[in-house]
């Protein structure tokens, strides 16, 4: 026979998430608030995420002039960006979420067949989430990635 739930443990489990999740987003804010340079405003955010929640890796791309995805901030640790990198909006994990436009989770990163892993830098046994960024109701201009 299990042990009975705690009600006060549950609520305390969940007031302590709920505080680590406002303070994330207090610490996004103000990296956004300091820089109008924009890729140093994306990196602070991928920052913030890592060290708020543990992500391991995150990327952010934009679309540019030529409608591709061009990785605009990337926070992998230590390690530099190798070379310039670009996505299709309809190749890869990253094509997928910009053309579905919506969030796509998967489990285990390396199981996925889209993943290109172009960077050579993810970890393949961890989980990764793909958001769409936007500006207006249109097209997504992008996607917020990250592997915990």
């Not at 443990?9 to 994330?24: Q, W």
């Not at 405003?41 to 890592?50: F, Q």
């Not at 990785?71 to 309809?90: F, M, T």
């Not at 094509?95 to 285990?108: L, P, Q």
């Amino acid at each position: 026979m299990s042990a009975p739930i705690n009600q006060n443990t549950l609520l305390s489990d969940r007031n302590r998430l709920i505080e680590a999740e406002l303070e994330a987003l207090f610490q996004v804010g103000r990296v956004l608030s300091r820089s109008l340079h924009l890729q140093e405003t994306l990196e602070g955010v991928l920052r913030v995420l890592h060290n708020a929640t543990g992500m391991h890796y995150g990327m952010v791309t934009l679309r540019d002039k030529s409608g591709e995805l061009a990785i605009s901030a990337l926070y992998c640790g230590e390690r530099q960006l190798p070379k310039p990198v670009h996505y299709r909006s309809n190749e890869g994990v990253i094509g997928a979420v910009i053309e579905s436009r919506k969030t796509i989770v998967i489990k285990c990163i390396g199981d996925e067949p889209r993943f290109l892993d172009r960077l050579g830098l993810y970890d393949s046994t961890l989980p990764f989430i793909g958001v769409p960024i936007y500006l207006s109701d249109e097209e997504p201009i992008g996607v917020l990635m990250g592997a915990a």
